[in-house]
């Protein structure tokens, strides 16, 4: 009788009930799949708007998908602004700021953790005590330093503040201190210098350090408003969100060219986030900083 149950319906083992229970991804997906879902939602209502006209827009109630692909606002951006001027203004500011940064970030995190010399203890604590000062404190000090080395109005004024900051020299130290030492004395060993230690054997183990540098002051550089709009005057040396902003304010009602021009500033920063994802997460789990 036993028997004759068994063959009706098998017994299941744990480990069998786990096999029919596993899913193709993680339980987490389906919660974090809907949050990820809501927070997209203004991204993609300022997409979807920006290819709808000006009476979709402005219709009650409100459509929440066009009848049709529209570029006016598009067109109406770049015939009526100097929007590819800005855009090359920021691409310039923000790309001289990324090298910069990753060249002397990469130069002073390798000597503030290899190299002992007199004073580096204090002055890591210095430098990363400017860390903590508000830009409101320090902007009207760099607007007369600038306006004192003749950049203001120029692209300079936005770009030399930049070239370095504490965090990218503080997050490739930290970076480098997680390296094993090893490696270098290996190559010191055969004869490289601490240059060449840096260049040949630290640099190329350091991309995901290297990249989420790059990705953060590409982020910072390229959506700052507050110091573009203090150091420049004229529009042609406008960056982008210094530009849209004062397209806002002259084309409130053109609503497809303010959704337009605000896609155009959007696409740059998440494209340059998507692609450093997965070493930004491997930084931050490498150097045991919290994201």
């Not at 920006?50 to 998908?65: D, E, H, K, R, Y």
Request: contains cysteine.
């Amino acid at each position: 009788m036993t028997a004759a149950v068994d063959l009706v319906e098998p017994r299941t083992t744990p480990e069998v009930r786990a096999t029919r229970l596993r899913l193709p991804f993680s339980a987490w997906h389906l919660l974090l799949a809907p949050l990820a879902l809501l927070f997209a939602i203004p991204l993609l209502w300022l997409v979807i708007s920006s290819v709808m006209t000006n009476a979709q827009i402005n219709q009650f109630p409100p459509a929440l998908w066009p009848n049709g692909i529209h570029f006016d606002g598009y067109s109406y951006v770049f015939g009526n602004s100097l929007f590819p001027r800005w855009f090359t203004n920021s691409l310039i500011v923000s790309v001289t700021a990324v090298v910069a940064n990753l060249v002397f970030g990469a130069l002073a995190g390798y000597a503030f953790a290899r190299l002992r010399f007199g004073g580096s203890r204090v002055l890591l604590v210095l430098m990363l005590a400017t860390m903590a000062i508000p830009f409101q404190l320090t902007m009207i000090p760099t607007f007369i330093v600038m306006r004192q080395l003749g950049l203001i109005d120029t692209l300079g004024a936005l770009i030399l503040p930049s070239l370095v900051t504490p965090f990218a020299v503080f997050l490739m130290r930290q970076f480098f201190l997680s390296l094993p030492r090893e490696l270098e004395e290996a190559a010191w060993i055969d004869g490289c210098s601490t240059l060449g230690v840096l260049v040949r054997i630290v640099l190329p183990l350091s991309r995901p350090a290297l990249a989420t540098v790059a990705v953060l002051t590409f982020l910072t550089t390229w959506n700052d408003l507050t110091w573009p709009l203090i150091a420049i005057n004229h529009d042609t040396q406008y960056t982008l969100q210094l530009g849209l902003t004062t397209f806002q304010g002259l084309h409130h009602t053109n609503w497809a060219a303010v959704m337009a021009g605000n896609v155009i500033v959007v696409v740059p920063v998440l494209l340059a986030f998507l692609g450093a994802q997965k070493t930004f997460i491997q930084s931050v789990t490498a150097t045991g900083l919290k994201a």
